[in-house]
């Protein structure tokens, strides 16, 4: 696996398109989502399968498939614009949304844990258990303010994709009005 | 607790090399970001090693993963931003090469 891994972080590296190389991280982060889990950390695993291979690998092979088909005729990049602010703004908050919803699935399954089974599993043998247990007393003040840059995150990347409708639509004059 | 923690620093090291390559030799925003993501995975890695090489036999370390999970988020926020600056700086140069940006060469 961690042969598979450097391999496909060489290819990601060495290869001529951005389509290969995309891929190819794709396949090191499934591989590296395997060592995880080889290593006994499964909650990480299920998150790095989750976050990596399924929504950054969407971001960029959106990215790269829109950036290669898009032509240079102003009409179609008008269009495209618009199309683009929507599914990029939707994507990122997904994104989030994803990120959030996993994290406050270790804090429903530690409370689960407390109530249900009350002293059937002993702490620290469960993973999930554990990483909600850190995450929410310990790291409490992190926990926050990775929420806070998820919500900062999701407007500035709206910001990036409005402003430049807005001027697309400037420059492409009353027609659209 | 099969695999010795050097073989997975190695591993890691092995990766953060890669991603720091391609980060200093490519040219293509994309593949530019893919390396930092790379760079990330190895650092995430690392963390693991050593929280499991910190762990008793009957509990593991869970710091190692806590910490994990916070660089994973960063990546999802760097990965939507960086994309989204990507997009806009194609739609001003019609090109994702990174010797197109010169605006604020002196």
């Given at each position: 696996m961690?042969?598979?891994?450097?391999?496909?972080?060489?290819?990601?590296?060495?290869s001529?398109?951005?389509?290969?190389s995309?891929?190819?991280?794709?396949?090191?982060?499934?591989?590296?989502?395997?060592?995880?889990?080889?290593?006994?950390?499964?909650f990480?695993?299920?998150?790095?399968?989750?976050v990596?291979?399924?929504?950054?690998?969407?971001?960029f092979?959106?990215?790269?498939?829109l950036?290669?088909?898009?032509?240079?005729?102003?009409?179609?990049?008008?269009l495209?614009?618009l199309f683009?602010?929507?599914?990029?703004?939707s994507?990122?908050?997904f994104?989030?949304?994803?990120a959030?919803?996993?994290?406050?699935?270790?804090?429903?399954?530690?409370?689960?844990?407390?109530?249900?089974?009350?002293?059937?599993?002993?702490?620290?043998?469960?993973?999930?258990?554990?990483?909600?247990?850190?995450?929410f007393?310990?790291?409490?003040?992190?926990?926050?303010?990775?929420?806070?840059?998820?919500?900062?995150?999701?407007?500035?990347?709206?910001?990036?994709?409005?402003r430049?409708?807005?001027?697309?639509?400037?420059?492409?004059?009353?027609?659209?009005? | 607790?099969?695999?010795?923690?050097?073989?997975?620093?190695?591993?890691?090291?092995?990766?953060?090399?890669?991603?720091?390559?391609?980060?200093?030799?490519?040219?293509?925003?994309?593949?530019?970001?893919?390396?930092v993501e790379?760079?990330?995975?190895?650092?995430?890695?690392?963390?693991?090693?050593?929280?499991?090489?910190?762990?008793?036999?009957?509990?593991?370390?869970m710091?190692?993963?806590?910490?994990?999970?916070?660089?994973?988020?960063?990546?999802?926020?760097?990965a939507?931003?960086?994309?989204?600056?990507?997009?806009?700086f194609?739609?001003?140069?019609?090109?994702?090469?990174l010797?197109a940006?010169t605006?604020?060469?002196?």
């Amino acid at each position: 696996m961690a042969a598979v891994s450097v391999a496909c972080a060489l290819g990601v590296v060495v290869s001529r398109s951005p389509m290969q190389s995309v891929l190819n991280l794709l396949g090191s982060f499934l591989a590296l989502a395997v060592v995880y889990l080889l290593m006994g950390f499964q909650f990480l695993a299920t998150a790095q399968v989750l976050v990596y291979a399924g929504a950054i690998m969407v971001l960029f092979l959106f990215v790269v498939m829109l950036l290669n088909l898009t032509d240079k005729e102003p009409a179609q990049s008008w269009l495209m614009g618009l199309f683009n602010g929507r599914v990029l703004g939707s994507l990122a908050s997904f994104l989030g949304l994803a990120a959030l919803g996993m994290l406050a699935a270790g804090g429903a399954t530690f409370e689960a844990f407390e109530g249900g089974l009350d002293g059937s599993h002993e702490g620290g043998l469960d993973p999930i258990y554990s990483v909600a247990e850190v995450l929410f007393s310990k790291y409490m003040l992190p926990f926050e303010a990775a929420s806070v840059l998820l919500l900062a995150t999701m407007v500035g990347v709206m910001l990036l994709a409005k402003r430049e409708r807005g001027e697309e639509d400037l420059g492409q004059g009353g027609g659209a009005a | 607790m099969s695999i010795p923690t050097e073989h997975i620093l190695i591993l890691a090291s092995l990766l953060f090399s890669l991603g720091a390559l391609g980060f200093l030799l490519r040219r293509n925003v994309i593949v530019v970001l893919a390396s930092v993501e790379l760079m990330l995975n190895a650092a995430n890695l690392t963390f693991l090693a050593g929280s499991r090489a910190h762990s008793t036999s009957d509990a593991l370390s869970m710091e190692g993963p806590v910490f994990s999970l916070f660089v994973i988020l960063v990546a999802a926020c760097e990965a939507a931003v960086g994309l989204a600056l990507v997009i806009a700086f194609y739609r001003q140069k019609r090109t994702v090469d990174l010797e197109a940006a010169t605006e604020l060469k002196g």
